[in-house]
T-cell receptor
Framework: GQQLNQSPQSMFIQEGEDVSMNCTSSSIFNTWLWYKQDPGEGPVLLIA?????ELTSNGRLTAQFGITRKDSFLNISASIPSDVGIYFC????????????FGGGTRLMVKP | GAGVSQTPSNKVTEKGKYVELRCDPI?????LYWYRQSLGQGPEFLIY????????DSGLPNDRFFAVRPEGSVSTLKIQRTERGDSAVYLC????????????FGPGTRLTVL
């Protein structure tokens, strides 16, 4: 089962709002990755983080690698309708080869 | 440019049958990964190839699952005696070297076992 706890599980957004989600683990990870998945498609890489404390941006997206190496967060600024989808965090550990361990996902939906 | 491709996109089979799922990685990527994604969950690791060899198959759930990559490019995931619990989306990913970091995913094959 999943070893990364991702929150919130789901959230509604209104266009223009900032969005924040995070991922925590009881184990240390040496790489953190954030992916977005749309229905019927595979996950698409958004941001990769390689160093504890690292803060990286990709357009309106900003992600940070926690200093303890046990957490990461993703912020989306000024959300737009196409931000809707499921966001996954994923980590790689020292002693687990090259496999990615995924969180359970955060589903972003648009407020009616 | 061409990304990771997977065929078929959908496969419906009956319990007990054998299925093969194919993955064509990004050209030049030496590392290839298979993951399985159940409804409402994140992907879970199955197996990792570096070149032609399976470097880590610790995620394969049992001996009904097997994967090959005979020429270090295309890979086939094979499932024998399928069970209803095998129903899921099977995702393939590739990366340039297989080291730390970026894995690029295909669109997946949705397998339904009736």
């Amino acid at each position: 089962g999943q070893q990364l706890n991702q929150s919130p599980q789901s959230m509604f957004i209104q266009e223009g709002e900032d969005v924040s989600m995070n991922c925590t683990s009881s184990s240390i990870f040496n790489t953190w990755l954030w992916y977005k998945q749309d229905p019927g498609e595979g996950p698409v890489l958004l941001i990769a983080l390689y160093k504890a404390g690292e803060l990286t941006s990709n357009g309106r997206l900003t992600a940070q690698f926690g200093i303890t190496r046990k957490d990461s967060f993703l912020n989306i600024s000024a959300s737009i309708p196409s931000d809707v989808g499921i966001y996954f965090c994923a980590g790689q550990r020292d002693n687990a080869g090259n496999m990615l361990t995924f969180g359970g996902g955060t589903r972003l939906m648009v407020k009616p | 440019g061409a990304g990771v491709s997977q065929t078929p996109s959908n496969k419906v089979t009956e319990k007990g049958k054998y299925v093969e799922l194919r993955c064509d990685p990004i050209s030049g990527h030496t590392a290839l990964y298979w993951y399985r994604q159940s409804l409402g969950q994140g992907p879970e690791f199955l197996i990792y190839f570096q070149g032609t060899g399976a470097a880590d198959d610790s995620g394969l759930p049992n001996d009904r699952f097997f994967a090959v990559r005979p020429e270090g490019s295309v890979s086939t995931l094979k499932i024998q005696r399928t069970e209803r619990g095998d129903s899921a989306v099977y995702l393939c990913a590739s990366s340039f070297t297989g080291g730390w970091g970026e894995q690029f995913f295909g669109p997946g094959t949705r397998l339904t076992v009736l």
